[in-house]
């Protein structure tokens, strides 16, 4: 589990790097700071909403595990 973490971290400031590097530019930068801060919160807030309420009682593994557990519900 770590390793992963580890890896999205690499993927993540080596993306980041390589668009600075592209386009160093401040407007760039803060486009870039907002829009990986706003997806964060997203998925942070998307894992609220289906612990508290969709299914407290399920361990969800990500967000596709979500989608398959609601279509097999169907």
């Given at each position: 589990m770590w390793v992963k ?10 993306s980041s790097a390589l ?24 998925y942070y807030f998307a ?28």
């Open positions: 973490a580890a890896l999205f971290l690499l993927i993540g400031m080596t668009i600075l590097m592209e386009a160093p530019e401040l407007h760039v930068i803060v486009l870039l700071v907002l829009a990986i801060w706003s997806f964060c919160r997203a894992f609220y909403v289906i612990e508290h309420y969709i299914d407290p009682s399920y361990r969800y593994s990500g967000l596709f595990s979500v989608i398959r557990q609601v279509w097999k519900k169907r």
